[in-house]
């Protein structure tokens, strides 16, 4: 038996190991020098833009909120397809979140879409760039600065990905990332904010720390409630290891994500009628390669499928159900049919393996044993 294949690893090298020791022998493992090199060494990646480090992705976006002034009253229009934090954070702000449809391309929110959904209401958009695939950045900031809307790019799963050449985080208003195990870089948790002006960095360190300032030796005030968002230094040293091998990283996984249309080419994994994301491998940074099974009469369902690929020594993941059927925002009044495109992508799409140390031979592994679970559905 082969050994089990997970749907993503981190890569975490022996030199980033013994780093992390020697941040453990030092004498000071909370938030200290390492937080400060790596926010230095991001905002180099970022061309020198002002950044701030956090220990979550929701942690960064709740405050990338709160620098926009989104709060009571206000409304975010953003996709019901991501991770729930997405939405999550506008609802923990007091403000609106307004769901509008995917692009069934793209997978992400449909420009065309925003601006119907735009009110008197609405403060801020706040895409998402769903498995690395970067949402159409000229016309999102075209649609903001002509209606005078603040942009909270989730950029969770875009570290490495690019628009028209230019890295994600190097330009925009407001660009949040995770470092969470399962994306491209990661701090075991944590996140990073990417802002214009330093009077914001300034800002988003109160929101990160009980909204604490520090004057002189002895001297402390605090104006505004923050939270308490601090990264330490053990999860920064792990980060700096990752940032190193970032561009290796994004190359891996566009040569995997190749391989799997290369493979996926071929008549009998066509056969199976498998919904491919878009074939970018300039821009994206494929933190995913995801599949839409097909719904025709007799196929099995996606738990079935799950099932039998495990068995098989295959894992897969789903990311995501769709946000606005979730029990919380039903009862805001959301239901069935609202947003048809995310609702089908929700139901059936699926996660294959894909992280830089998978193989190619991984790759055919797994259409092979997609090829043994699916029936053929359609003729080629
Ligand atoms: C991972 C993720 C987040 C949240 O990041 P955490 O670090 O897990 O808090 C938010 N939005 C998207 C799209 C994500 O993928």
């Given at each position: 038996m082969l050994p089990f294949l997970p749907f993503t690893r981190p890569t975490i090298d022996e030199e980033t190991i013994a780093g992390v020791a020697e941040v453990l022998r030092s004498g000071w493992i909370t938030s200290g020098p390492k937080v400060k090199e790596f926010e230095a060494q991001l905002s180099a990646l970022f061309g020198g833009r002002p950044v701030r480090a956090f220990n979550s992705g929701t942690a960064t976006l709740e405050v990338a909120l709160r620098l926009a002034g989104v709060g009571a009253g206000d409304e975010v229009i953003t996709t019901p397809?991501?991770?729930v934090a997405t939405s999550n954070v506008i609802l923990t702000v007091g403000a609106r979140p307004v769901f509008v449809d995917i692009?069934?391309?793209?997978?992400?929110?449909?420009p065309d879409a925003i601006e119907a959904a735009i009110t008197p209401a609405t403060k801020a958009l706040m895409p998402v760039d769903l498995a690395?695939?970067?949402?159409d950045r000229d016309r999102l900031y075209a649609l903001a600065a002509r209606h005078g809307l603040r942009v909270i790019e989730?950029?969770?799963?875009?570290?490495?990905s690019s628009w028209r050449g230019r890295l994600i985080g190097s330009f925009g208003d407001l660009v949040s990332f995770s470092f969470h195990?399962?994306?491209?870089?990661?701090?075991i948790e944590g996140g990073c904010l990417v802002m214009t002006h330093e009077s914001d960095a300034t800002l988003a360190e109160q929101y990160r720390l009980q909204g604490v300032v520090r004057t002189g030796m002895d001297g402390m005030d605090v104006a505004r409630v923050g939270g308490k968002f601090n990264l330490t230094d053990v999860a920064a040293r792990v980060g700096l290891g990752q940032l190193a091998r970032l561009d290796e990283f994004t190359r891996r996984r566009r040569e995997l994500a190749r391989e799997y249309f290369e493979v996926f080419g071929q008549p009998a994994v066509r056969a199976l009628g498998l919904g491919l994301p878009c074939?970018?491998?300039?821009?994206?940074?494929?933190h995913m390669f995801q599949v839409l099974l097909p719904e025709t009469a007799g196929s099995p369902s996606r738990a079935e499928v799950m099932g039998k690929l495990h068995a098989l020594g295959i894992g897969t993941g789903v990311h995501y159900p769709a946000i606005h059927l979730f029990t919380r925002y039903r009862a805001a009044g959301w239901k069935e049919g609202d947003f048809p495109h995310a609702e089908h992508a929700g139901r059936t799409i699926l996660s294959l393996p894909l992280f830089p140390t998978m193989t190619s031979a991984e790759v055919s592994r797994v259409a092979a044993a997609l090829v043994s679970v699916l029936p053929v559905s359609r003729q080629v």
């Open positions: 397809l991501s991770w692009d069934p391309r793209t997978r992400n929110l449909d690395g695939l970067p949402v989730d950029a969770a799963q875009a570290m490495g195990p399962n994306k491209n870089v990661t701090s074939a970018d491998f300039e821009q994206s940074n494929w």
